[in-house]
């Protein structure tokens, strides 16, 4: 998730990410498949869906009017959280921050050890007034699909305005902001992403969900989100008129994993190049099913091999049909961290480990079939 996005224009919104958790994801991010192009952009860190909030709504609102991460994957990817990854994420205790004229509520939060992600509700604070977008003020407000054009419909401006525009229409401040979610470094996986979406009482709902690498053991995952607003410069937008950025503690409860279990690896799968399939685990908690297979690199293998030969690995159903994907949105190889031993991890959306599944190493081909150990 590197900071510099210069064609997205997003004026350095965001601090400088860890060097070695951007390189756990520029790592990751070579592994995505090139056909996968909706994947591909639901992942691209920071491309951040806008929103807008009315100045009249700006007080706190009830939190059963509040969307959250159930409501945004079945809107944007047909992904149904689990009902006890749910219910952990309702019983979260919410948490506030003011930064600015803007009020952030940290609503749901969720941990294990594959997975950590926040909903972050944000509103102007009492008695500001003005219009609240993300991270692209001077992009059409129509340009980020059906939730923002009915905030549009809502103001009474045209969809196609730019954010700058309706506020300048409306003769209010025009706000920019940002609640992501930032974890230790020696824990960071594959690569994060964030959105936002449109509550109807006119608050923004911001998901931030970072992918880890299954190293974390403690019970607390001790982490912040960051947390940025500006004043835009309607006629100025490379200098805005005021600026408040905050690094915020945060704290997850870390689930534990449920059951853990290993597949047989027939002998025709443990031979891939110059890469031997040590083993397939299946890891299941409340968030879903992670499956994880280990290679291991032989003689004259490289990490650019690696990438060639083990980017089209895919776990599927043993008829070879797609498991529904998992709320990482992500698959792939995770990092190179632990060369000569190669990771290539999956989520899938079921809530029980698979006795059986099809494991593929190209497109086209037939999936080799793997069994739980006994």
């Not at 409340?286 to 083990?310: D, M, N, W």
């Amino acid at each position: 998730m590197k900071r510099e996005m210069d064609p997205l224009k997003l004026r350095n919104a965001f601090e400088p990410m860890p060097d070695g958790c951007y390189n756990a994801l520029m790592k990751a991010a070579r592994s995505v498949k090139e056909e996968r192009t909706v994947k591909r952009a639901a992942l691209r860190t920071i491309a951040i869906a806008a929103c807008i909030i009315l100045a009249a709504m700006a007080a706190a609102v009830a939190a059963g009017s509040i969307l959250g991460w159930n409501d945004f994957f079945k809107l944007y990817h047909n992904v149904a959280v689990p009902q006890t990854a749910q219910e952990i994420m309702a019983a979260s205790q919410p948490e506030s921050f003011r930064l600015g004229d803007v009020v952030f509520t940290v609503r749901e939060r969720y941990s294990d050890a594959h997975l950590a992600m926040i909903t972050t509700e944000a509103h102007l604070a009492e008695g500001v007034t003005g219009i609240i977008t993300a991270d692209a003020p001077f992009d059409p407000i129509s340009a980020y699909g059906d939730n923002s054009a009915a905030v549009a419909a809502r103001l009474g401006v045209d969809p196609g305005m730019t954010w700058a525009e309706a506020a300048r229409q409306m003769n209010v401040p025009l706000y920019s902001v940002t609640a992501m979610l930032e974890v230790p470094e020696a824990l960071c996986g594959s690569e994060a992403f964030a959105d936002p979406l449109f509550n109807e009482d006119g608050s923004l709902s911001y998901f931030s969900l970072q992918p880890l690498n299954g190293t974390a053991d403690a019970a607390q995952l001790v982490c912040q989100v960051w947390l940025r607003v500006e004043r835009e410069n309607l006629d100025d937008p490379e200098h805005p008129m005021n600026e408040w950025k905050a690094y915020e503690p945060l704290s997850i409860a870390v689930q534990p994993t449920l059951d853990a279990r290993e597949y047989a690896v027939p002998a025709e799968a443990q031979t891939q190049g110059n890469f031997t399939l040590e083993s397939v685990q299946a890891q299941l908690t409340p968030s879903g099913v992670h499956l994880i297979a280990v290679f291991a690199a032989q003689a004259g293998a490289t990490e650019e091999k690696a990438y060639e030969r083990l980017r089209e690995v895919r776990f599927v159903q043993p008829d070879g049909s797609e498991y529904p994907t998992g709320m990482n949105l992500s698959d792939g190889i995770s990092n190179l961290d632990h060369w000569p031993q190669v990771e290539v991890k999956q989520m899938i959306g079921t809530e029980k480990i698979p006795e059986r599944i099809g494991m593929s190493f190209a497109g086209g081909q037939q999936p080799i079939q793997l069994t739980l150990k006994k």
